[in-house]
């Protein structure tokens, strides 16, 4: 129920309070992903694939959203990272009840 992780996923893009998530400076391995204004960028575009991964198209769609570790900590800061299919790429959606 926190309005933190409320998220929508349509058009390609990750939304938050109106905001993209954006691959800061399309950075590639390790680059921090952070809130920004929409602008239709490839560094924004993600694809969400069956397997749960969130594949980028910048970059030549190598790289996935991360939890780098499985991190299980309050404020973790997520980045991209090469793609490779483990737990920590897995983003499923819930319905809060």
Do not use: M
Request: contains cysteine; proline residues 3%; aromatic residues 10%.
């Amino acid at each position: 129920h926190d309005k933190a992780q409320q998220w929508t996923y349509s058009g390609g893009k990750l939304k938050h309070n109106g905001l993209c998530l954006n691959d800061q400076r399309s950075g590639g391995n390790g680059s921090k992903v952070i809130l920004y204004t929409c602008n239709g960028g490839a560094n924004e575009t993600w694809t969400h694939q069956s397997n749960g991964q969130f594949v980028l198209k910048a970059n030549g769609g190598k790289y996935c959203l991360d939890d780098p570790a499985s991190s299980k900590h309050n404020g973790t800061q997520l980045i991209v990272w090469a793609c490779h299919s483990t737990p920590n790429q897995h983003w499923f959606a819930s319905t809060p009840s």
